[in-house]
């Protein structure tokens, strides 16, 4: 938790549960229009799917994207975003962060005050007043907000909400396509410098388990050591649905073995050289476009509950930017009802301001 204040100390005018790009990007706008924002994730820094990591070859720190490689740009709303943020490079309609992914949440949480580590168990309004139950360092903890604005994945809103909630049914049929990740951290030598090209290729990985390889020694400002090759590998979404319960050990086998396919070289020679492996499995990688919820958000103003994230109908295909633009239009709207009508001007100048 980054203030010096308790947050249970104090009833907050928002409450935003999530802190990926949907939940980050809300929080720091609400708050830089002057409303007491405190944004909850039971992970350790805000991300979700743009999250990165820290690991180690043998004395050798790097820091990896364990989610999203890169963020595809289709919408003219995002594209202002993004081209407002001095640590973002965008080619080609897609965008990277200098330094690590994960800095754009980071960037775009501003000022809101967060309280990561916590694990949300339940919400409940009584009396024009949210209570949000949390599990903290395993005790029991409860805080207020006026107003609550769920960024999770619709499986886990429901969950918060309870069976009870009319919003259950609709958020706990959404899905989302699985995801297996195993990042290699390689002796540079064993692969050369043509090899490396094309695995950088859109459409150059031939193969039922791979999905995505993204050579994480090649993005901006990672400062990775030269002596090491980097990758991170995506599983195909019908691979990780086929085997979403198998062992992490097993996992990372599989994708340096096809990974060696691809590369037309014995896995032997692979496995020597490799000097770290780290396996992570996300459940909620992408939504299922058919399964999507019908709406650019969810708001309830008589109760003050909404909801955003990439699972709803907005004109965007891509996670990263589907979470932005049903933030931003949440965020319209709350803005609208609260400080009044907002001319079509200010309603755009909240994009890239």
Known sequence: MDQKTSPFSQRWDFAVIGAGMAGAFIAGRLQAEGKSVLIIDKARGSGGRVSSKRLKAGEIAFGVDLGCQFFEVSHSYFEAYLSSREDVVIESSRAIVRGRNSLLTRGALGSASTLFGARVLSASRNENLWTVELDVASENKTLEADHLILATPPI????????????????SESR??????????????????ETVKML?????????????????????????????????????????ARNLNVSASDVETVLLESLADVVDLDSVVLRNALGKAHVHRWLYARPTISNRLMGSFFDDASIKLSACGDYFSVESEYGVESAFLS???LLRTILTSTEGVLSNNESESLLTS
């Open 176 to 193: 989302h396509h699985a995801q297996w990740v195993s990042v290699f951290a390689f002796d540079k030598r064993v692969l050369d410098a």
């Open 156 to 171: 886990q809103a429901a969950e918060i909400l309870g069976r009870d909630h009319r919003l259950y049914s609709s958020m």
């Open 327 to 329: 933030a931003n239009a």
């Open 200 to 240: 950088e290729k859109i459409g150059s990985i031939q193969s039922d388990v791979i999905g995505l390889v993204s050579v994480e020694s090649r993005k901006p400002d990672r400062n990775i050591d030269a002596s090491l090759l980097v990758m991170t590998l995506h599983s195909s979404e019908s691979w990780a």
